[in-house]
T-cell receptor, first 111, second 114 residues
C-alpha cells in the first residue's frame, strides 16, 4: 500500500515532442504528489507538485494530470528539449512528512 | 527553498571502516531526512533525523549501522558504520520547512566501499 508504481522505466522522445510519465498509488492517505528531476551526479530537484483536490497543474512546459478516482497521476513535458534529458521520479507523501518515491524514468530527448 | 550542503561530496573507503556524512542547511527547517540511492535505483528513506532525540528508522535500517545525530535545526550527520561493498551508494539528506510539504535535497555523498 505504500508503493508508488512508475512507468515506463525509460523513454526516448524526439526534440519538440511530448514526454509522458505515469504513476499509480494505492494509499488514499497520500495528500501530496511531487515530481523530481535528477541529473547525473546531482540530488533530486523538486520540479512540480499537486494535491488531490486539483485535477491538473501546469508550470511552463510541465503539467501534472491527476485522476483521484483511478489513483493515477502523470507528468507531461511539452516541447521536450535535450536539456530535459534526466531521470524523473514521481512521489507521494502524507501529512507533510516522509516521501515515497517511484522507481524512476530515464528520459532521453533526441535532437 | 533551502540551500543544502553535504560533506564530503564523495569518498572511497575500506571495508570495515566508518564514514560520517554531514548535512548543513542555510535556514531552520522542520524535518531532516536521510536517503540512500543505490546506483541506477530510486531513493530509499533510511531515517528521519529528530532534533535532540533519537532518529526514527525505516524498516531494514538500524541505529547501530546508521547512527544519526541532529544537534540543532540546521545540521545533521549520518554515519555509515562497519562498511561493506554493499554500502556503496549515494547518500542524500533532505529537508522540509515548517508548514510546507516541499522537500528539498542536498547534492548527495557518493560512497564507494572497496
Amino acid at each position: 500500500q505504500q508503493q508508488v508504481k512508475q512507468s515506463p522505466q525509460s523513454l526516448i522522445v524526439q526534440k519538440g515532442g511530448i514526454s509522458i510519465i505515469n504513476c499509480a498509488y494505492e494509499n488514499t492517505a497520500f495528500d501530496y504528489f511531487p515530481w523530481y528531476q535528477q541529473f547525473p551526479g546531482k540530488g533530486p530537484a523538486l520540479l512540480i507538485a499537486i494535491r488531490p483536490d486539483v485535477s491538473e497543474k501546469k508550470e511552463g512546459r510541465f503539467t501534472i494530470s491527476f485522476n483521484k478516482s483511478a489513483k493515477q497521476f502523470s507528468l507531461h513535458i511539452m516541447d521536450s528539449q535535450p536539456g530535459d534529458s534526466a531521470t524523473y521520479f514521481c512521489a507521494a507523501s502524507w501529512d507533510a512528512s516522509k516521501i515515497i518515491f517511484g522507481s524512476g524514468t530515464r528520459l532521453s530527448i533526441r535532437p | 527553498s533551502a540551500v543544502i550542503s553535504q560533506k564530503p561530496s564523495r569518498d572511497i573507503c575500506q571495508r570495515g571502516t566508518s564514514l560520517t556524512i554531514q548535512c548543513q542547511v542555510d535556514s531552520q527547517v522542520t524535518m531532516m531526512f536521510w536517503y540512500r540511492q543505490q546506483p541506477g535505483q530510486s531513493l530509499t528513506l533510511i531515517a528521519t533525523a529528530n532534533q535532540g532525540s533519537e532518529a526514527t528508522y525505516e524498516s531494514g535500517f538500524v541505529i547501530d549501522k546508521f547512527p544519526i545525530s541532529r544537534p540543532n535545526l540546521t545540521f545533521s550527520t549520518l554515519t555509515v558504520s562497519n562498511m561493506s561493498p554493499e554500502d556503496s551508494s549515494i547518500y542524500l539528506c533532505s529537508v522540509t520547512t515548517r508548514g510546507r510539504n516541499e522537500q528539498y535535497f542536498g547534492p548527495g555523498t557518493r560512497l564507494t566501499v572497496t
